[in-house]
């Protein structure tokens, strides 16, 4: 039981990191945001890395998690 509930606060995190990338990728698309774009773009970076980094240390499939965060529940 414990497990799981720790897996699942792990699959919540990586579904918040989601939507703060996707987030990230609507201000690079945003002219306004022009002067931030390298500041964009590496917290895009970071994010992806952070994600990666978990999911490799939890043994879950990233991109899963993006599918799951844009709600596209896979049936595993």
């Known amino acids: 039981m414990a497990e799981t509930f720790r897996k699942s606060k792990v699959e919540h995190y990586i579904a918040m990191l989601a939507l703060r990338r996707d987030t990230l990728k609507q201000q690079l698309e ?9 500041y964009l773009q590496g ?3 970071a994010i ?9 240390e939890f043994a879950l499939d990233p991109s899963q998690q993006k599918s799951k965060s844009n709600g596209e529940e896979s049936s595993s």
Not at 30 to 38: A, L, N
């Open 30 to 38: 945003r002219s306004e945001f022009d002067g931030q774009r390298e």
């Open 43 to 45: 917290q895009l970076s």
């Open 48 to 56: 992806d890395l952070i994600v990666n980094e978990i999911a490799s």
